[in-house]
């Protein structure tokens, strides 16, 4: 049976996901659904209705899994919670020291409509989440890092298109070589946030708009900005359609530890991501996801789940057979 997918959200993820369901011929993309006007959207796949988002629900009939691809600031928040009481749904929540209410949020929903729910998937959290789980178990006597960069966070670039007088934004992560470096020689540094990574800030700001209110806005913004060495440049639109138009991303999860009678033998494990397009890349693990949450659903399971909780066999178009036989 044909997978039906629905898209809430038509910005960057929302299109990733339209182009990852063409290379999944066990899905198809039902409906998106926009807060903007439908005729305003026009996308890449023919057939595929635009609808209003308010009036998703009446469709909930129709659509296996909901990838919801809002942004974590506000609009998941908000949104998965209230989806989950409709549909199966799939969303890329990443403000990581929120994932606990919000997990309590959407189980307690999707509990009592008997849908399922995968948070946070995407690659970090997500991918890079499974890593870290995966070393700290093999090697328990270690220590895990996580580099993100250099690359665009989406996250981070929506929350400072939120300021107020901002037109647009790019916000990059990049690792300090320095700690990376002690990182693999095996040594176990102590860092802290700030010595693990900078972040740098590109911003268009509406005319007149008193830039150094914004400036301070992100720099002491908290979960984002406020822990980390954060460097601000405003620049025109021409500069940033010019300079800043790719969104690649990447990173490392990086785990150290100790085997022997005597911690003689050390070992590293190392998981790189290499993007050349951050939403794409995250869009293909959320539509692999919404497989998961259309098997596990009928399975009979319910609630909230995250990618910890998603057996990898769920995941892949692949049968049992074919996945013993070609990757086991």
């Not at 005729?39 to 919801?68: C, F, N, P, R």
């Not at 409709?86 to 309590?104: E, L």
């Not at 959290?125 to 690359?151: C, E, H, V």
């Not at 990173?251 to 003689?264: L, P, R, S, Y």
Request: one cysteine or more.
């Amino acid at each position: 049976m044909t997978i039906r997918v629905g898209i809430m959200g038509y910005g960057n993820l929302g299109r990733g996901v339209e182009l990852a369901l063409r290379h999944n011929p066990d899905m198809e993309l039902k409906a998106v659904f926009t807060r903007r006007n439908p005729d305003s959207v026009h996308l890449m796949t023919e057939g595929v209705q635009v609808v209003e988002a308010s009036k998703a629900v009446s469709m909930a009939d129709q659509i296996d899994v909901m990838i919801l691809c809002g942004g974590s600031a506000t609009d998941l928040p908000e949104q998965t919670p209230y989806y989950a009481q409709y549909f199966n749904v799939i969303d890329s929540f990443d403000t990581h020291a929120h994932i606990p209410q919000h997990f309590d949020a959407v189980d307690a929903a999707a509990k009592k409509s008997g849908k399922v729910g995968i948070i946070s998937v995407g690659w970090d959290p997500g991918m890079f989440s499974l890593n870290r789980l995966y070393a700290d178990a093999i090697l328990p006597q270690g220590t895990s890092y996580t580099f993100w960069g250099k690359g665009v966070s989406q996250g981070h670039s929506d929350a400072i298109r939120r300021i107020p007088g901002v037109v647009d934004a790019r916000q990059y992560t990049i690792p300090v070589q320095k700690a990376l470096d002690e990182v693999r020689s095996g040594s176990c540094p102590q860092l802290t946030t700030r010595e693990k990574h900078t972040r740098e800030c590109f911003v268009v700001a509406e005319e007149g708009a008193d830039k150094a209110a914004i400036e301070q806005a992100i720099v002491t913004m908290p979960n984002y900005f406020a822990d980390y060495d954060t460097t601000v440049h405003f620049i025109s639109m021409e500069e940033m359609k010019r300079d800043h138009s790719g969104i690649p991303h990447g990173g490392f999860v990086i785990h150290t530890g100790k085997t022997g009678a005597n911690d003689e033998h050390s070992h590293t494990i190392e998981y790189r991501l290499t993007l050349d397009s951050n939403p794409e890349f995250t869009s293909s693990v959320l539509v692999a996801y919404a497989r998961a949450a259309y098997r596990m659903a009928k399975d009979g399971q319910t609630g909230c789940k995250t990618v910890f909780d998603v057996a990898p066999a769920y995941l892949s178009s692949k049968d049992g057979v074919q996945l013993r036989a070609s990757m086991l």
